[in-house]
T-cell receptor, first 111, second 115 residues
Framework: GESVGLHLPTLSVQEGDNSIINCAYS??????FIWYKQESGKGPQFIID?????DKRQGQRVTVLLNKTVKHLSLQIAATQPGDSAVYFC??????????FGTGTSLTVIP | DAMVIQNPRYQVTQFGKPVTLSCSQT?????MYWYQQKSSQAPKLLFH???????NEADTPDNFQSRRPNTSFCFLDIRSPGLGDAAMYLC??????????????FGSGTRLTVV
């Protein structure tokens, strides 16, 4: 089946720095990707999405980049704040009508 | 505010004793999902309802069942909980089926402990 994996299980950044969280996916037929943020004890929260006909999409302080050639997805958070500390998951709508989640990256922001 | 509500937030059940988790939504979304999330792992889809149509994942154990009596409510039944079923159970909804490019709205989850 499809798999979505993350390169780094943990990431620590200084407050104010930019964060980059990476994700690799295996299903070249996937056409829609979402980044979720999950704080401790809460359900995942939608951050930003991107369709496969785009290679970049920007939101408020966040940017998602999609490289279909190497099947790589990244989430960039500008001026990281303590409130950004959470686990971040990438997820894809694969061809099998199933939503797959990656392993997750735990982001810790150091004040 | 429209939302997805899961009750209870914390549930303790005895080994082998049936337990039901509930989810309700005010979003009028036609698709509802149940995910299992174990500690430090990604959410794993158990099944989903597209309207009244039930869609089970191939690797979901028979011990897990679901009911959707109406658009707003969906239940997860664990017939004989084992210690390995201790997890956070997440309910999610969406306006369309997976693959149509719509995202989910998640509830806050129910953390199940099996003793």
């Amino acid at each position: 089946g499809e798999s979505v994996g993350l390169h780094l299980p943990t990431l620590s950044v200084q407050e104010g720095d930019n964060s980059i969280i990476n994700c690799a996916y295996s299903n070249s037929a996937s056409d829609y990707f979402i980044w979720y943020k999950q704080e401790s004890g809460k359900g995942p929260q939608f951050i930003i999405d991107i369709r496969s006909n785009m290679d970049k999409r920007q939101g408020q302080r966040v940017t998602v980049l999609l490289n279909k050639t190497v099947k790589h997805l990244s989430l960039q958070i500008a001026a990281t704040q303590p409130g950004d500390s959470a686990v971040y998951f990438c997820a894809e709508n694969g061809a099998g009508n199933q939503f797959y989640f990656g392993t997750g990256t735990s982001l810790t922001v150091i004040p | 505010d429209a939302m997805v509500i899961q009750n209870p937030r914390y549930q303790v059940t005895q080994f082998g004793k049936p337990v039901t988790l509930s989810c309700s939504q005010t979003l009028n979304h036609n698709v509802m999902y149940w995910y299992q999330q174990k500690s430090s792992q990604a959410p794993k889809l158990l099944f989903h309802y597209y309207d009244k149509d039930f869609n089970n994942e191939a690797d979901t154990p028979d011990n897990f069942q679901s009911r959707r009596p109406n658009t707003s409510f969906c239940f997860l039944d664990i017939r004989s909980p084992g210690l390995g079923d201790a997890a956070m159970y997440l309910c999610a909804t969406s306006r369309g089926a997976p693959g149509q490019g719509v995202g989910y709205t998640f509830g806050s989850g129910t953390r199940l402990t099996v003793v």
